[in-house]
């Protein structure tokens, strides 16, 4: 996918995302946070969490990959529980520093102890995307959020990619029908079926939106020449962009705790039963 974010569509959906992440993550606040995935996207630059990290897969990260020594609190945060980036000045672009190389389905660290996990593209580019999910929910304290982001297969892209694979299949050549729009790697995963994920995990989606309305184009060029479709897709087709963006709150029901009777019950008594002697 590294390859492809390269591209003019990719840049294009790096820049709608990074604005949607930055306003979902501004305001949360905590302890520690994680991004899962994809360095391309610095996807907790506007959050004040005094500990934020990155982790990759290691067939991401590379040999040359700043990687830190343990868990450390992200460059410019704050060990006093804020952090140095002033809000009225635009964030950091330092690129986001590795501090972890792990699976995703296999995170180390002990339950409930993260207050937000970012998966920017995480769960499509995963062998087992559910499996993932409910690590997430592991490790998430009781209303802690996580922020997910995925390619739409019911959009004009998805519908694009759906024919180049089926032409790929068949053997088709006329039109470059079996070249691929998207990336090959991974599986995407519908808006729907995710929030059936989360549901069973006992999350409750708070916010989803949809982005990315321009068509199947690979060019700059008419990449901006379709710019007026964002806004138009937004009003008459809001469920089919490219990209989606979901915030889900893990939410932990409470448990009722029954104590001791404080009051004794009363020991009923027999009433006296009179008897009747024969004369």
Not at 93 to 122: K, S, Y
Not at 161 to 170: F, H, I, M, N
Not at 228 to 234: I, S, V
Request: glycine share 10%; with cysteine.
């Amino acid at each position: 996918m590294t390859d492809w974010l390269r591209t003019a569509p990719g840049q294009y959906v790096l820049g709608w995302e990074q604005a949607q992440f930055d306003l979902a993550v501004a305001d949360l606040f905590g302890y520690n946070a994680l991004q899962l995935g994809l360095p391309e996207l610095a996807t907790l630059r506007t959050n004040r969490m005094p500990h934020r990290w990155l982790a990759l897969p290691e067939e991401l990260a590379g040999s040359d990959a700043p990687v830190a020594g343990g868990l450390h609190s992200h460059p410019g945060a704050s060990n006093q529980g804020g952090s140095t980036w002033n809000r009225g000045a635009p964030p950091p672009q330092t690129p986001p520093r590795v501090a972890l190389i792990t699976d995703a389905a296999a995170l180390p660290f002990p339950a409930a102890c993260l207050d937000l996990v970012v998966l920017p593209h995480t769960l499509e580019l995963s062998a087992d995307p559910h499996h993932v999910l409910r690590e997430v929910e592991r490790v998430l304290v009781p209303e802690g959020r996580v922020v997910i982001s995925g390619l739409n297969p019911a959009s004009l892209w998805g519908l694009r990619q759906g024919r180049g694979r089926l032409g790929s299949r068949l053997g088709l050549t006329a039109l470059g029908a079996e070249s691929l729009y998207l990336p090959e790697a991974g599986e995407f995963i519908g808006p729907w079926r995710l929030r059936d994920w989360l549901r069973l995990l006992s999350f409750e989606v708070e916010s989803d939106r949809f982005g990315c309305y321009r068509p199947a184009v690979r060019t700059e060029k008419w990449l901006q020449r379709t710019a007026w479709m964002d806004r138009a897709g937004a009003r008459w087709w809001p469920i089919f962009g490219a990209v989606y963006f979901v915030v889900a709150v893990k939410r932990v029901r409470g448990v009722r705790l029954l104590g001791p009777a404080w009051k004794p019950r009363r020991a009923t008594s027999a009433a006296p039963v009179s008897v009747a002697h024969r004369h």
